[in-house]
């Protein structure tokens, strides 16, 4: 059982950054990991996934600002946030998903995390 644990969100200004942390407890080799957000009143989207050789994908809004990147000795995925505007306020989750192969679609992971909230104010 794979078990995730989301960190770093909080309330920034428009432009601003924050760095987004997900402690994964479990087997997670080989797997693809992402992070999603969800805004009020919207479907849920994928931002960002990495697989297990790094080969990365971003949803077209975040591409150039935002970064996912993992650290596999210490089992933890990231998301650098840069010039974060007020659209991209929402609750942001890490995911995992028991194979290699990475999509941004949301129904494709197995496990989530709880989530962090993130406020960008204009």
């Known amino acids: 059982q794979v078990q995730l644990v989301e960190s770093g969100g909080g309330s920034v200004q428009a432009g601003g950054s924050l760095r987004l942390s997900c402690a994964a407890t479990g087997y997670t080799y080989g797997y693809c990991m992402g992070w999603l957000r969800q805004a009020p009143g919207k479907a849920r989207e994928g931002v960002a996934t990495i697989d297990s050789d790094g080969h990365t994908l971003y949803a077209d809004s975040v591409k150039g600002r935002f970064t996912i990147s993992k650290d596999n000795d210490k089992n933890t995925l990231y998301l650098e946030m840069n010039s974060l505007q007020p659209e991209d306020t929402a609750m942001y989750s890490c995911?995992?998903?028991?194979?290699?192969?990475?999509?941004?679609?949301?129904?494709?992971?197995?496990?989530w995390g709880q989530g962090t909230q993130v406020t960008v104010s204009s």
């Open positions: 995911a995992a998903r028991r194979e290699h192969w990475c999509s941004l679609m949301p129904g494709i992971f197995n496990y």
